[in-house]
């Protein structure tokens, strides 16, 4: 089935409820949110910039006329913010599917206002709250899923970042990001297992892109898309990747087949770097039940919220 996945097969999603972070014009999480839509689902682009959610949402209206959207507002970096999203979320009703897709690359060392580094923050401690506020919405459609974006770069992290995460230590951007990556799967491994635990009818997935054409990169080294810099690195980034609309499909699969909680799906080609998406496999330490177990405590320290509940 999935050597030959596209997203023809996602299936009719009328009925079906859809919240995709980081639904940035052209990136990720905008060919994630658009072939939902164009698939009948109600999707909510949530992300910080108002701007660019309703200049993403007319160009899914654009290409899907009468499209079901919603926006919300959330600074995953800030912890207040997500709070206050998982408030106005409670509008949305019950949830069936959660994108935590939103994220940052290697950018420069920023502190966040509770303390954290910017890419743990935004990577994985906000989009860990904010998966926590939600569950409740989530459980309520009877058939939740939490599907969380990883990356190759996790292969780089060569321990889990399980150390108190408000020490300042030294900094490597780069290094930095891969730990983030780590720990998105990571928490999605425990997460599937904490939710079977609890009996709640919620599953837990990841994917990656493989190496994708977005904005990620650049934006993460100059702190800005603008500009003839950004424009060159832009075009090379761009010139050895797929696209961004490709590297959305492993999201999708992940998304919306009939997979088991904790897959992992990816772009089946050489070095998983394109080609179609399919069941893909991690490092042992992604695996590390221990490592999953400690984050978990962490981040639910970290964030001030304890969850799931037993059912």
């Known amino acids: 089935m999935s050597a030959g996945w596209s997203p023809a097969d996602v299936g009719d999603q009328t009925g079906r409820s859809a919240l995709v972070t980081g639904p940035t014009l052209g990136g990720l999480g905008f060919h994630t949110a658009l072939e939902l839509a164009r698939h009948g689902a109600r999707v909510t682009l949530a992300g910080r910039t108002p701007a660019k959610l309703d200049a993403a ?7 899907v006329p009468g499209a ?4 919300l507002l959330v600074d995953l970096s800030d912890l207040e913010s997500v ?16 994108v935590n897709n939103a994220g940052i690359m290697a950018s420069p060392y920023r502190r966040t206002p509770d303390g954290l580094e910017s890419q743990m923050a935004t990577n994985h401690f906000g989009p860990f709250l904010l998966t926590g506020l939600l569950l409740d919405q989530l459980t309520a459609s009877g ?12 292969r780089l992290a060569r321990s889990a970042p399980l150390a108190d995460p ?4 030294r900094h490597s951007r780069w290094r930095v990001y891969a730990q983030t990556k780590l720990a998105n799967l990571l928490f999605t491994f425990e997460l599937d297992r904490r939710l079977r635990r609890a009996a709640l009818p919620v599953t837990a997935l990841a994917a990656h892109p493989g190496l994708a054409g977005t904005h990620l990169a ?13 424009a060159i690195l832009d075009a090379a980034v761009k010139a050895v990747s797929q696209s961004a609309e490709a590297g959305a499909w492993p999201t999708l699969m992940a998304a919306t087949a009939d997979l088991p909680g904790g897959t992992y799906v990816g772009p089946g080609g050489p070095g998983q770097a394109s080609g179609p998406p399919q069941v893909v496999d991690t490092t ?9 177990r400690r984050l978990w405590e962490t981040s639910e320290e970290t964030v001030g919220l304890a969850w799931p509940a037993r059912g």
Do not use: Y
């Open 57 to 63: 949402a007319e160009a899914i209206t654009a290409e």
């Open 68 to 71: 079901a959207l919603d926006t």
């Open 83 to 98: 709070r206050a999203a998982g408030r106005d979320a409670a509008r949305l009703g019950p949830i069936h599917l959660l």
């Open 143 to 154: 058939d939740g899923r939490v599907v969380t974006l990883s990356s190759q770069m996790h």
């Open 166 to 169: 408000h020490a300042r230590r």
């Open 218 to 230: 650049v934006n993460g080294q100059l702190g800005t898309t603008q500009g003839r810099r950004a």
């Open 284 to 292: 042992a330490l992604a695996r590390d039940e221990m490592a999953q």
